[in-house]
């Protein structure tokens, strides 16, 4: 069952609520994903140390400093509170960008999240909504939680990210949804990482604003974003580290996986990546969408999530077990009515829970 974390105050005063309330996990999931980072490297013929892992945090750093300052209040704050270095809780944050920066191995398979958006035509309540699986090393699950964020200047909000973490997928007061899905770049550098960008993103109460936090701050590496307005107004952007593509779309039902779209961005793909998967979810749940003609819920949209056609190494819902990949959570968002739906577990087992952002 997902645990509801209300936050209050600054953006310090909000990450030390967060940190004291969730130290002892905070701090397991850091030292998992430390271990997971040297495992990995090691496993595919490269070392690294945890000392490079934190040397790199202390890199990228500055660079948030300089460009979303409160966000690192916040950091620092979840820091203090759960007693470790900055450097630690900011690795556990940028393990999927960074992945991008400590190793690019050939013949490694693409899984990941898959994500949607939805608009007001093809909805049941005449909302636009967006959505994903959040597909991780199964161990993640268990530190999965909803927090709601009532800062002293700025919208409040509602989203559902991992101890010690920063914004996964949510709301804000102002109509504003976000959520991603990883994508493999070749030009990762030093820069602001994806939680970061998405955390930025629900401070904005300006919809253009919002999408541009995405386009125009110098990103650590390439993500999907996709972002809903209580307008009905939907974007979505791929990223590298350097270029975007900007889709706003007026299509009824729109789906992403973990590979580019976009032509001018395919060039900069990971040329040896294995995309069986991630065109096979692709695929899957687009057919999937179109011929489930009914408007489309929460409900029914979990239910088309929760398919395993070409079972644990191709399919959407997927069950693994300690490092192995598993849809540890699924999620809708819905901007105008600033509700989150969301439930632990792959989409096939979930209990949807509403969490409405209460003003």
Sequence with gaps: MLELIRL?????????QHGEQLAAKIRELSDIRLNLATTFASDHGVEVSREDCLKLARVHLPLHEEHCPEVVEEWRGIADGAGMPIEDVFFAN????????????????????TSFLIGPDASANGHALIGQTWDMH???????????RTPDNGPQS?????????????????????GNNNLRPMDARPGVIYLALLHQALRQTDWRDAVSVMTDLPRASGHNYIMAHESGARSNVETTGTQ????????????????YLSE?????EEPGMLR???????????????????PLTPESLRSLLADHEGGEELGICRHGEGDDARSCAF???????????????????????EFPLEL
């Design 94 to 113: 940028a393990l999927t960008d960074f992945q991008d920066v400590l190793w690019q191995f050939d013949g490694v398979e693409v899984h990941g999240c």
């Design 244 to 259: 975007h593509e900007e889709f706003a779309l007026d299509e009824p039902r729109y789906v992403h996986s973990n590979h």
């Design 158 to 178: 509602i989203t559902l990210t991992t101890a010690g973490c920063l914004t996964l997928i949510g709301v804000n007061s102002a109509g504003i949804a976000v």
């Design 276 to 294: 069986g998967s991630t065109e096979h979810r692709l695929e899957r749940l687009a057919t999937r969408m179109e011929s489930h003609r009914e």
């Design 264 to 268: 001018k961005l395919q060039p900069l």
């Design 331 to 353: 999620a809708v968002v819905d901007p105008a009515a600033r509700t989150l739906h969301a439930a632990l577990g792959p989409a096939c087992e979930a209990t949807l829970a």
């Design 138 to 148: 199964a161990s993640a699950e268990r530190f999965i939680s909803v927090f709601h």
């Design 8 to 16: 209050q105050g600054t953006p310090y005063e909000m990450g030390r």
